[in-house]
């Protein structure tokens, strides 16, 4: 791979030992501080870089682990089916809800017979009561008015 045109020189300067250009000491510390730069500046990347890398290397083990749990709690419900443990277990609450419904409905029965009966009596009661009060009625019409 060519190195990028402005560190091209620094090749052809190698090369060309034997002549006469000798670099300056002013040259060599600009050289050395840039060299300091470009690898201060590659370790600042290579540092956000790793960051990075550790970030996505958690995440991706963090779903990795849900997702191993998730297929783990899906393995066990296919075996549940596969077993007929599920149908057991819906038959099991299936008879239950069945008795309580078969009580619910004695219960209701109950009630609309205890319904009628109360009505049944409020009736008697109302009819008790007019002739109870159809014979205070006539109990006063037919006795003599008795002054005090």
């Given at each position: 791979?060519?190195?990028?045109?402005?560190?091209?020189?620094?090749?052809?300067?190698e090369?060309s030992?034997?002549?006469?250009?000798?670099?300056?000491l002013?040259?060599?510390?600009a050289?050395?501080?840039?060299?300091?730069?470009?690898?201060r500046?590659?370790?600042?990347?290579?540092?956000?870089?790793?960051?990075?890398?550790?970030?996505?290397?958690?995440?991706?083990?963090?779903?990795?682990?849900?997702?191993?749990?998730?297929?783990l709690?899906?393995?066990?419900?296919?075996?549940?089916?596969?077993?007929?443990?599920?149908?057991?277990?819906?038959?099991?609450r299936?008879?239950?809800?069945?008795?309580?419904?078969?009580?619910?409905?004695?219960?209701?029965?109950?009630?609309?017979?205890?319904?009628?009966?109360?009505c049944?009596?409020?009736?008697?009661?109302?009819?008790?009561?007019?002739?109870?009060?159809?014979?205070?009625c006539?109990?006063?019409?037919?006795?003599?008015?008795r002054?005090?």
């Amino acid at each position: 791979m060519l190195a990028p045109l402005k560190d091209r020189n620094l090749i052809e300067r190698e090369s060309s030992t034997d002549s006469a250009e000798t670099p300056t000491l002013a040259d060599l510390q600009a050289e050395n501080m840039a060299l300091r730069l470009a690898l201060r500046q590659a370790r600042r990347s290579q540092r956000r870089s790793a960051t990075l890398t550790a970030r996505q290397i958690v995440t991706l083990n963090n779903e990795m682990s849900r997702l191993q749990q998730l297929n783990l709690s899906l393995q066990q419900q296919c075996e549940e089916y596969a077993s007929g443990q599920a149908i057991v277990s819906i038959g099991q609450r299936l008879m239950v809800l069945e008795e309580s419904n078969e009580q619910l409905l004695a219960a209701a029965q109950q009630v609309w017979y205890l319904d009628k009966s109360l009505c049944a009596a409020h009736h008697e009661c109302e009819r008790l009561a007019r002739e109870r009060d159809a014979a205070i009625c006539c109990l006063r019409t037919d006795l003599p008015h008795r002054p005090n």
